[in-house]
């Protein structure tokens, strides 16, 4: 997902083209929730086992009720577009 916000390789710059930027203010918003439970995570393991076991499953409700849920629809999204005859002439001409 960073990938189409920020590409670096050529096909992440053929699925930066997949999404408008309304769509890719969305990805932000979402890396950024996703980032926030992450860091949350990683810090509890500073904590002791209690608050450590609070926010595996805080994350693990963001992760179901979220996470899961946009991966599929982002991949889904991602192979489908990979198909679309726009996708398929942003490669043959870069490879002339």
């Known amino acids: 997902m960073a990938s189409v916000i920020q590409p670096n390789r050529l096909d992440q710059m053929i699925e930066a083209k ?3 930027d309304e769509e890719k203010e969305e990805f932000l918003k979402f890396m950024q929730r996703l980032m926030h439970h992450l ?8 904590e002791g086992e209690k608050e450590r076991a609070k926010a595996f499953l805080k994350a693990y409700s963001f992760y179901k009720k979220e996470v899961k849920k946009f991966a599929k629809d982002f991949l889904k999204e991602q192979a489908r577009k990979w198909m679309e005859e726009e ?4 490669i043959e001409t870069y490879f002339g």
């Open 87 to 90: 996708s398929t002439r942003e």
């Open 39 to 46: 860091h949350l995570l990683v810090a509890s393991l500073y």
């Open 18 to 20: 997949f999404y408008s």
